[in-house]
């Protein structure tokens, strides 16, 4: 069974940028059966999806976010990455990474608190 | 950016049977994209409950099915037991936004 941990700082400043990493255990990051995702949830509101990353490297993100967010692979460390730039208050959230296949997202990590404050 | 929208709460008795609408659109469910379905306990993350409409990963009890009906979805919960206590998220794929979207989410309660 696939295991995703996120890590990063739980405090961010306005306008700076945002870099969390889910580290994977369970299966290789550069297995071709998953995509690789993140996903985020503001307090009293909704999931929003943010991106995703194949193994080729490929990416998809949210139309709504897409000029902010960088999703990207550490092959040698079996982890991938977000980056968020230009972070704003709207932007305080649990984030979440996940694996995703045929477009379930069929393992989650735990979730990990950014609050965007200054 | 809800796309999909499901009541707020529902609730029912242990033993009882609750059902949680998932209503999208003809740029989503009614395109023909799959919906999925994630019960979330206190505290922990999203699981899979139900994939692809109806289709229950290992471990998932059968008490819980899902159904499908034109631009709309369903989760049903049957027996209710006090550890269904959650909140409920469907998701799918809308072609109009271009991504993956979740619904609005559904609390239950069991009284």
């Known amino acids: 069974q696939v295991q995703l941990q996120e890590s990063g700082p739980g405090l961010v400043k306005p306008s700076q940028t945002l870099s969390l990493t889910c580290t994977v255990s369970g299966d290789s990051i550069s297995s071709d059966v998953y995509y690789w995702s993140w996903i985020r949830q503001p307090a009293g509101e909704g999931l929003e999806w943010i991106g995703r990353i194949y193994t080729s490297g490929n990416t998809n993100y949210n139309p709504s976010l897409k000029s902010r967010a960088t999703i990207s692979l550490d092959t040698s460390k079996n982890h991938f990455s977000l980056k968020l730039s230009s972070v704003t208050a709207a932007d305080t959230a649990v984030y979440y990474c996940?694996?995703?296949?045929?477009?379930?997202?069929?393992?989650w990590g735990q979730g990990i608190l950014v609050t965007v404050s200054s | 950016q809800s796309v999909l929208t499901q009541p707020p709460s529902v609730s029912g008795a242990p033993g009882q049977r609750v059902t949680i609408s998932c209503t999208g659109s003809s740029s989503n469910i009614g395109a023909g994209f799959d919906v999925h379905w994630y019960q979330r306990l206190p505290g922990t993350a999203p699981k899979v409950l139900i994939y692809?409409?109806?289709n229950r990963p290992s471990g998932v009890p059968d008490r819980f099915s899902g159904s499908k009906s034109g631009t709309s979805a369903s989760l049903a919960i049957t027996g209710l037991q006090a550890e269904d206590e959650a909140d409920y998220y469907c998701?799918?794929?809308?072609?109009?936004?271009?991504?993956?979207?979740f619904g609005t989410g559904t609390k239950v309660t069991v009284l």
């Open positions: 692809a409409y109806v």
């Open positions: 996940a694996s995703q296949v045929q477009g379930v997202f069929r393992y």
């Open positions: 998701q799918s794929y809308d072609t109009s936004l271009r991504g993956y979207v």
